[in-house]
């Protein structure tokens, strides 16, 4: 057992199942982590509003991180604690870029999220996610001044990783460009990343990063396990995800979140 005082954890795919379900277990054991003197909280692409749902039930105190830490807010009352947003220009270049290679976007603001066409894939699935529909706008001219994050949206893998390496090579130290699923490219601040969200914990909690530990199952949760004593890749997460982590655990539709917390972070025998 490690001296661990946080758990920073991904929520979809991690902490939730497919559904978006916050299983009886994970409530449990993140009720169990308070009484051993451990914090918790979370850390998502999502916009701030889309976390919501989980403060009640979890019993959120500790700031909460949506677009990767950038839009890091108080669970009371969402007032922001860190709100990083793009520039306009980086904003422009980066839609330049992402419909170059003929994929769709989406601009994420504090409160709303901005699209072209409501029916344009994952769409849906993305409303089901946050809980709240977005504002279709005819184009993102007089969107960009406050972004908080850019989704880029392809099924096509190729397509993905072409355009995440020009936006990697022409952005910069402009913007951060990450994959959060198979099909999404989050485009954010520079600073915008789990990494820097496990950092700004630290400093606010006064405690080392090597006492907080992560769980993650994406691509953009590696930052987060490198700047952590102890990190935890779900079942369900690529090999190359696990290679990145201390410790692997189940699959979301498995309780994995749950098992990872009652067997590394509790000492618990684990069936």
Not at 63 to 83: A, K, R
Not at 215 to 239: C, W
Request: charged share 25%.
């Amino acid at each position: 057992m490690r001296d661990i005082k946080l758990l920073l954890s991904d929520v979809d795919g991690t902490l939730v199942t497919h559904d978006k379900v916050l299983t009886p277990r994970a409530q449990e054991a993140v009720r169990r982590l308070g009484e051993a003197g451990i914090g918790f909280t979370v850390t998502s692409s999502r916009p701030p509003r889309g976390l919501t749902k989980l403060i009640a039930p979890l019993h959120l105190t500790l700031p909460i991180g949506g677009f990767n830490g950038g839009g890091l807010v108080n669970p009371t009352d969402l007032s922001p604690v860190q709100d990083l947003v793009l520039t306009p220009d980086a904003a422009r270049q980066a839609l330049d870029i992402v419909f170059r290679y003929k994929m769709d976007a989406w601009v994420y603001d504090r409160n709303d999220w901005y699209v072209r066409d409501a029916n344009a894939p994952h769409v849906a699935r993305e409303s089901f996610t946050l809980s709240f529909p977005p504002v279709v706008v005819e184009n993102f001219d007089d969107k960009l001044d406050l972004v908080g994050k850019i989704v880029a949206i392809s099924d096509d893998p190729a397509a993905m990783a072409e355009c995440n390496a020009e936006l990697d090579s022409a952005l910069r130290d402009q913007a951060s460009s990450t994959p959060s699923q198979s099909f999404f490219i989050d485009i954010t601040h520079p600073d915008a990343n789990k990494g820097a969200m496990a950092e700004t914990m630290a400093r606010l909690l006064s405690i080392s990063t090597h006492q907080i530990a992560t769980i993650g199952d994406m691509q953009n949760d590696v930052l987060m396990f490198r700047k952590s004593g102890l990190s935890i890749a779900m079942g369900n997460a690529t090999d190359a995800v696990k290679a990145q982590a201390t410790l692997s655990t189940d699959s979301n539709e498995e309780d994995g979140f749950a098992k990872a917390v009652e067997r590394y972070l509790l000492g618990m025998e684990v069936s």
